[in-house]
């Protein structure tokens, strides 16, 4: 069997992705795939981390499968979106694309911990990773760099020297006001390396915000040998993703965009509703079926949501939530039982490990708004307390995979009020709301054991 390969040419690139993983294939490539076939969007794709997933796309012409799991079978399509697929560390590359005037638009999904930020959301200038970017940006000899938004500035300084004009950068992370985020941490390393940079920046770049959702499991062998079964071509990127896909987008795209719109995308003036329902809703419940269901001897989300204490807390998590999400009761019950079905599709194997990762970054933006909001409501918030509680109770279990940007810091942090600090330093003091925590902890189950 032949790998894929193209027939025809690969579309133009006019726009680019930092962080080519799975969920920019299921997501933003597959979408711009198919929009605009007769005016087709190419996309320059660098990888984050690892350069892997570049040298397998680069050798079938940047196509890969998507299987699109539905709770009976799977349809592959394939997707022609990715032009070039290069290795993220190549820092000439990326400075040489984005300084292109074609390129009009820069996705990025670089995971929540991918935007370097401290606990108050501004730019971790004591991260070393963060530091060393700093001085390769100075040094300015185009040396590798490993922060997002170290590669981000150099693409904008590079753009800014070339004069090649205006761009929108479009983050699609679960990161509460993504838009925003973005551009604090960029503003802020601009500003370190050169003022003028810090205004050009200002001036000529968009900061897009989004709510991005597809549920999309980490591809196994057998995802692959399906993708060759279905396709008649080998294919080492293939990726799996449910059948569910939403993309809400608001911010100005100054120098045009794919018609994302033509496959459901929804460009709206302020995403904060839908990014706060899906956040909080969704993944959310994520974390507390990753933690009480690892916990409780699960693997996958399905095992978990089928587990009725796993799914009763759920269920107290999303009435807590619902009291401050604006859209009508009935619009939120018929999105939570939808939930359910998405979780339980019990052809996607989707990980709690994999969910369970990075928890100090998630929980900040899932469990914290909520906490907060309830206790300024005169409330004990006991939902997001449960979701914190299931946390910490996994942490205790000394997990041997914990990722998470902060793992040093979490290995030797034991006390419960320590550990809510580093998610949420404004609420740490409050002895009555630990006590309240600490009691959930407690009532979680010990380590590999079942039930309360
Ligand atoms: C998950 C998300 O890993 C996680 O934290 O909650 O990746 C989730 O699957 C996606 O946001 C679904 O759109």
Excluded at 153 to 159: D, E, M, S
Excluded at 240 to 258: D, H, I
Excluded at 325 to 346: C, E, K, V
């Amino acid at each position: 069997m032949t790998a894929l390969h193209r027939s025809r040419e690969a579309p133009p690139v006019r726009m680019a992705h930092l962080g080519l993983g799975a969920f920019h294939r299921s997501h933003q490539a597959w979408w711009t795939g198919v929009v605009g076939r007769s005016d087709p969007w190419g996309i320059a794709a660098f990888t984050g981390r690892s350069a892997t997933a570049a040298t397998a796309l680069t050798a079938q012409d940047g196509l890969y499968t998507l299987l699109v799991r539905g709770p009976e079978s799977d349809q592959a399509d394939v997707v022609p979106a990715i032009s070039q697929a290069i290795d993220g560390a190549d820092t000439a590359a990326l400075t040489g694309c984005l300084a292109t005037s074609d390129v009009r638009v820069l996705t990025l999904t670089v995971t929540e911990a991918g935007y370097c930020r401290t606990g108050d959301g501004r730019l971790d200038l004591g991260d070393p990773a963060v530091l060393a970017d700093l001085a390769a940006l100075t040094a300015d000899d185009g040396r590798p760099l490993r922060t997002a938004p170290a590669r981000v500035v150099a693409g904008l300084r590079a753009r800014q020297r070339a004069d090649t004009g205006p761009i929108a950068l479009v983050p699609c992370d679960n990161l509460s006001g993504n838009g925003e985020a973005l551009r604090q941490v960029v503003a802020e390393l601009a500003g370190e390396l050169d003022p003028r940079l810090a205004e050009w920046i200002a001036a000529s770049v968009s900061f897009v915000s989004t709510a991005v959702d597809r549920i999309t499991p980490r591809s196994t062998a057998e995802d692959l040998d399906t993708a060759a079964r279905l396709t008649g071509r080998t294919d080492r990127a293939a990726v799996v993703a449910e059948p569910f896909r939403e993309w809400v987008l608001a911010g100005a795209f100054p120098g045009g965009r794919p018609p994302w719109e033509e496959a459901g995308a929804q460009f709206v003036d302020d995403v904060t509703p839908y990014e706060h329902r899906k956040l909080w809703l969704l993944n959310g419940a994520h974390s507390i079926l990753a933690y009480a269901g690892l916990l409780r001897g699960h693997r996958t989300v399905a095992d978990a949501v089928a587990d009725d204490t796993c799914r009763g807390w759920v269920r107290e998590w999303w009435a807590e939530a619902a009291r401050h999400l604006p859209q009508p009761a009935r619009t939120l019950a018929g999105y939570q039982d939808q939930l359910i079905d998405r979780f339980a599709n019990p052809r996607i194997r989707h990980l709690l490990a994999q969910i369970a990762s990075d928890g100090t970054q998630k929980l900040r933006m899932r469990a914290v708004p909520i906490l907060r909001r309830e206790r300024a409501a005169g409330h004990r918030g006991e939902a997001a307390l449960r979701m914190l509680a299931c946390w910490i109770a996994y942490l205790r279990t000394e997990p041997a995979d914990l990722a998470d940007p902060w793992a040093d810091r979490l290995r030797t942090t034991r006390r419960t009020e320590d550990l809510l600090a580093l998610v949420a330093p404004d609420l740490a003091d409050d002895d009555a709301l630990v006590a309240d925590l600490d009691a959930l902890v407690s009532q979680q189950v010990a380590p590999h054991g079942k039930g309360k």
